[in-house]
C-alpha cells in the first residue's frame, strides 16, 4: 500500500517504505545524473565510468585531467561518509529525522548550486565545481538509502541494479513458482524504470531551464525530509 510521501523518510522503516522511497530517489538520480551532463558534460552518479576515464587520461599522460576526475570520485566518497556520519549520530540521539536530514541538505545544495549558477552564469570556473558537488550529492542520497533499507536497496547506478534484475530473472525462470523471486524482480525493474523516467525528465527539463531546472527536485527532497524534522522540532521545543 502506498505510503504517504511525507512518511517515507521517517525513522521506522519498512520493506514498503524502503522501496518507495528507493523509486522517488532513483527518480531523482536519474533526473540529476542526465539532467547535469547539460549543466557539466559528465554523467556524475556512476563513478565506473569516471574511474576509467581517469584511466585513459593517465595512460595518456594527461595528469591535471585525470587528478580532476578522480576528485569526482573522492566527492561521491565524501558524499557517502557524511550521510553514515550524520545517521550514526542522528541514530545514537533517537532523532526523528536521522534519514531525512541527508536529503535536506541535499535540497540546500541543490538550491545553492542554481543561485550560484545565477551570479555567475558565465564563469567556466563554476563547472568542476557543479559537478564535485553532483557527485558529493549522488554519493550522499546512495548511502542513504543503502543505510535506510540495510543494503537492500540502491538508487544513482543501474549496474549493480540491472545485475540484481538478471539475478531475480534467472531465479524466477528457473522456478517460476517461485513468487518472492518475481516480486523482487518487478521491484528491481520498477526502480530501473524510475531512474530512466527520471533521466528523461531532467534532460528535458534542465536543457530548457539550465541550472533552474534542478529545483523541482529539490523541492520534492524537501517534501520527503520535512515532517521528520520538523517532528524534532517540536521536541526540541516541547523539551524546554
Not at 531523482?28 to 585513459?56: C, E, K, P, Q, W
Not at 545517521?87 to 545514537?92: D, E, G, H, P
Not at 531525512?100 to 540546500?108: F, H, N, Q, R, V
Amino acid at each position: 500500500m502506498p505510503v504517504s510521501i511525507f512518511k517515507l523518510a521517517e525513522r521506522r522503516r519498512t520493506p514498503a517504505k524502503n522501496w518507495q522511497l528507493g523509486l522517488l530517489l532513483a527518480f531523482i538520480a536519474g533526473y540529476i545524473n542526465a539532467g547535469g551532463f547539460f549543466l557539466v558534460g559528465r554523467y556524475t552518479s556512476h563513478m565506473t565510468g569516471i574511474l576509467s576515464a581517469v584511466a585513459d587520461d593517465a595512460a595518456l599522460g594527461l595528469a591535471l585531467p585525470a587528478a580532476a576526475l578522480f576528485g569526482l570520485i573522492i566527492c561521491f566518497i565524501a558524499g557517502a561518509a557524511f550521510t553514515t556520519l550524520l545517521v550514526l549520530q542522528a541514530r545514537r540521539r533517537r532523532l526523528a529525522s536521522q534519514y531525512s536530514l541527508p536529503l535536506l541538505i541535499e535540497a540546500c545544495l541543490l538550491v545553492m548550486i542554481v543561485l550560484l549558477s545565477g551570479v555567475f552564469s558565465d564563469s567556466v570556473a563554476l563547472v568542476p565545481f557543479i559537478a564535485g558537488m553532483l557527485c558529493l550529492l549522488m554519493g550522499l542520497q546512495n548511502a542513504l538509502i543503502t543505510k535506510a533499507s540495510t543494503a537492500v536497496v540502491r538508487t544513482t547506478h543501474v549496474t549493480g541494479l540491472s545485475t540484481d534484475l538478471g539475478i531475480e530473472i534467472g531465479r524466477w525462470l528457473a522456478d517460476r513458482a517461485r513468487r518472492a523471486d518475481l516480486v523482487r524482480m518487478v521491484l528491481y525493474l520498477s526502480v530501473f524504470i524510475a531512474f530512466l523516467v527520471g533521466g528523461i525528465c531532467g534532460a528535458l527539463i534542465i536543457q530548457g531551464w539550465a541550472a533552474g531546472g534542478l529545483l523541482p527536485v529539490a523541492g520534492l527532497l524537501l517534501l520527503l525530509g520535512v515532517m521528520p524534522a520538523m517532528a524534532d522540532f517540536r521536541a526540541v521545543l516541547g523539551a524546554r
